[in-house]
Structure formats: structure tokens, C-alpha cells
């Protein structure tokens, strides 16, 4: 392999291996039943520690553990009510849904995400959901590209 090549590779790689990583554990996550506790559930009930930049009585923000720009923070919604991915929405949802969205924008203001961010939510094992526990990626701080994925 040639110097540059090298040089390339080992720029890339680590990218990859987040990715793959994020993918493999999308392809083992198992879909729970409405009464299983996820580890979103946890964070909410506090079992396990998280960085909270908003929470009000519906939605709990908190930064992501693994991120992929400077300000990666995920929302979710407090009560899970049967909205483990966004494919499992329903007319009951729409209020929950659409405070996640409003909420992201306030909390990307509140990071000083003027320029724009990016929102993501991951669906199924295709979508690379790993966490079955509806959840909003706000993502910023650097410019993203596209097409994504």
C-alpha cells in the first residue's frame, strides 16, 4: 500500500469502524415489547447517569455518549407509549412528535447552532435503530454532507 493510501486509510477507518459498530448493533437490537425497560427508560428514571441540556414534563434531552459532530444530542419523549420507532406512530402521537421537533429547535439555539444542524431518526434494523425507544438525533456544529448515510 502506498504512503498516501496509508495515510488516507487510517483517516477512514475509524469512521468505518463507528459505523459498522453502529450497524451491527442495530442488526442485534431485538424490538421490545411496550412493557420492556430500554436504557432510555433508565436515563429518564435516572438508574443511569446522562448529560441533560433540557428537560421539561414530556421530553428529556441529553448529549449522545458516542457523537458524531461536536453537538450530538439525543430527544426523546418521557412516556414511551408504545413509540418505539417512528414506523409505529399513530394519530394518538402526533402531539409527542411534534414537541420532539420543536424541542430540538429550542435545545439547538440553546448550543448555538445558528448556521443549522441536522435531524435524524433511525428506524428499524435497515434504518439502524438500536434502541427501541423513539429518539431524535440533533446533530451539529460542523457541516454536514449529502447525501447522508
Same mark, same amino acid.
Given at each position: &500500500?502506498?504512503? /498516501?493510501?496509508?495515510?488516507?486509510?487510517?483517516?477512514?477507518?475509524?469512521?468505518? $469502524?463507528? &459505523?459498522?459498530? *453502529?450497524?451491527?448493533?442495530?442488526?442485534?437490537?431485538?424490538?421490545?415489547?411496550?412493557?420492556?425497560?430500554?436504557?432510555?427508560?433508565?436515563?429518564?428514571?435516572? *438508574?443511569?447517569?446522562? #448529560? %441533560?441540556?433540557? +428537560?421539561?414534563?414530556? %421530553?428529556?434531552?441529553? /448529549?449522545?455518549?458516542?457523537?458524531?459532530?461536536?453537538?450530538?444530542?439525543?430527544?426523546?419523549?418521557?412516556?414511551?407509549?408504545?413509540? #418505539?420507532?417512528?414506523?409505529? $406512530? +399513530? +394519530?394518538?402521537?402526533?402531539?409527542?412528535?411534534? @414537541?420532539?421537533?420543536? #424541542?430540538?429547535?429550542?435545545? $439547538?439555539?440553546? +448550543?448555538?447552532?445558528? *448556521?443549522?444542524? @441536522?435531524? %435524524? =431518526? !433511525?428506524?428499524?434494523?435497515?434504518?439502524?435503530?438500536? %434502541?427501541?425507544? =423513539?429518539?431524535?438525533?440533533?446533530?451539529?456544529? @460542523?457541516?454536514? !454532507?449529502?447525501?447522508?448515510?
Amino acid at each position: &500500500m502506498s504512503h /498516501r493510501v496509508s495515510i488516507l486509510s487510517s483517516h477512514i477507518s475509524p469512521v468505518s $469502524a463507528v &459505523m459498522a459498530s *453502529e450497524k451491527k448493533a442495530a442488526l442485534a437490537a431485538a424490538t421490545p415489547s411496550d412493557d420492556s425497560l430500554t436504557i432510555f427508560d433508565k436515563i429518564i428514571s435516572k *438508574e443511569i447517569p446522562s #448529560t %441533560v441540556v433540557f +428537560e421539561d414534563d414530556k %421530553v428529556l434531552a441529553f /448529549r449522545d455518549i458516542t457523537p458524531q459532530g461536536p453537538v450530538h444530542i439525543l430527544l426523546i419523549p418521557k412516556v414511551r407509549d408504545g413509540l #418505539t420507532g417512528l414506523s409505529k $406512530a +399513530e +394519530e394518538r402521537h402526533i402531539d409527542i412528535l411534534g @414537541r420532539l421537533l420543536y #424541542t430540538a429547535k429550542l435545545v $439547538a439555539k440553546q +448550543e448555538g447552532l445558528a *448556521e443549522g444542524f @441536522r435531524i %435524524v =431518526i !433511525n428506524d428499524g434494523p435497515q434504518g439502524c435503530q438500536s %434502541v427501541y425507544h =423513539i429518539h431524535v438525533h440533533l446533530i451539529g456544529g @460542523r457541516q454536514m !454532507n449529502w447525501p447522508p448515510g
